[in-house]
């Protein structure tokens, strides 16, 4: 019995030893290690009062195509018409509209995503535009930084 363990052992570490002698076998190069940044902005409305809360987060790593995310969550009891956009730092064109519809008190839009090569400082920022008796309101977000 014992020389039969003995025997397995001696097996499967030969085996093993083959497997990391052998070329192609070995483990490849480590992929760059994703990271998720988030940052969130209380909202108000024309007249300074609470409105919500506006996040947007980046998942990727430095360097390669990730994911950019935008979300709203309504704190305020009044229905709300709300258009959401993502605006990329440096880019001259307006902001990429994301979402829009209709949020109701403790509703959210939920986060939408879109796919963008991260870069490092301040990548993007979060743009919403919502309802009010003059049409409307653009407020900005905060930049979310990658670092």
């Known amino acids: 019995m014992r020389f039969r363990r003995t025997a397995l052992l001696l097996g499967a570490m030969s085996a093993l030893v083959s497997t990391l002698l052998t070329p192609g076998a070995q483990a490849s190069p480590p992929s760059a290690s994703l990271t998720y940044w988030q940052k969130c902005t209380d909202m108000n409305d024309e007249a300074g009062r609470h409105m919500g809360t506006l996040c947007m987060d980046v998942k990727g790593a430095i360097g390669t195509q990730g994911v950019v995310g935008i979300g709203y969550w309504h704190a305020n009891g009044v229905q709300k018409a709300v258009d959401l956009g993502i605006t990329y730092v440096g880019n001259p064109n307006p902001p990429l509209v994301v979402y829009r519809g209709v949020v109701g008190a403790g509703g959210n839009t939920g986060t939408h ?35």
């Open 113 to 147: 995503t879109r796919t963008s090569h991260i870069g490092s400082g301040c990548v993007a920022y979060p743009v919403m535009w919502f309802s009010s008796g003059s049409g409307m309101v653009r407020r900005n977000g905060s930049c979310v930084r990658v670092f």
